[in-house]
T-cell receptor, first 117, second 112 residues
Framework: AQSVSQHNHHVILSEAASLELGCNYSYGGTVNLFWYVQYPGQHLQLLLKYFSGDPLVKGIKGFEAEFIKSKFSFNLRKPSVQWSDTAEYFCAVNGRAGGTSYGKLTFGQGTILTVHP | DAGVTQSPTHLIKTRGQQVTLRCSPKSGHDTVSWYQQALGQGPQFIFQYYEEEERQRGNFPDRFSGHQFPNYSSELNVNALLLGDSALYLC???????????FGSGTQLSVL
């Protein structure tokens, strides 16, 4: 069975600080990896995704994530956070089986990021 | 262009009752996935509907059932409600092979 673990439940930073949110997954096959974000009062939305190729992927709003296969990790990073990055961040995985849809995601428990101005 | 819409936004039920939640997918999408999000947890996959059939299912009991209509909208039904069913229920739409899910705002279900 797939599982996803996010290391931190709540992270508090000041503006301009660097961010790294940890994500580790457990799955016995090839995976697709995602980070979703939920800003206050808004829907969950896709931040970035990794399917194959360059393990360093870039998403919206200056976020990036690195897939390290040997560590089963997909950590999210941003060099300099802004107050507007305050949100809850979810790591998710989808087992890459031929012919299946991407709709069945396994999510981590989420990390709340609070950025102080 | 309307996104994913869910109704109702909030619902209060008592143990043993039945509930129906509704979802209209984003225009152009034909696949609906349902998730349960308990307080402080990430969303948990319930099932997915495509072409009016359940295509994938998560680890949820048969009390959870669904339906998809010809216009791609979907319903989630929960029978014999338990206190533990209290959660935010999220609907996500996509095309069947689409990589990106679009989520609705959810229905907050409270079971008393």
């Amino acid at each position: 069975a797939q599982s996803v673990s996010q290391h931190n439940h709540h992270v508090i930073l000041s503006e301009a600080a660097s961010l790294e949110l940890g994500c580790n997954y457990s799955y016995g096959g090839t995976v697709n990896l995602f980070w979703y974000v939920q800003y206050p009062g808004q829907h969950l939305q896709l931040l970035l995704k990794y399917f194959s190729g360059d393990p360093l992927v870039k998403g919206i709003k200056g976020f990036e994530a690195e897939f390290i296969k040997s560590k089963f990790s997909f950590n999210l990073r941003k060099p300099s956070v802004q107050w507007s990055d305050t949100a809850e961040y979810f790591c998710a995985v989808n087992g890459r089986a031929g012919g299946t849809s991407y709709g069945k995601l396994t999510f981590g428990q989420g990390t709340i990021l609070t950025v102080h101005p | 262009d309307a996104g994913v819409t869910q109704s109702p936004t909030h619902l209060i039920k008592t143990r043993g009752q039945q509930v129906t939640l509704r979802c209209s997918p984003k225009s152009g999408h034909d696949t609906v996935s349902w998730y349960q999000q308990a307080l402080g947890q990430g969303p948990q996959f319930i099932f997915q509907y495509y072409e009016e059939e359940e295509r994938q299912r998560g680890n949820f009991p048969d009390r959870f059932s669904g339906h998809q209509f010809p216009n791609y909208s979907s319903e989630l039904n929960v029978n014999a409600l338990l206190l533990g069913d209290s959660a935010l229920y999220l609907c996500a739409s996509s095309t069947y092979r689409g990589e990106k899910l679009f989520f609705g705002s959810g229905t907050q279900l409270s079971v008393l």
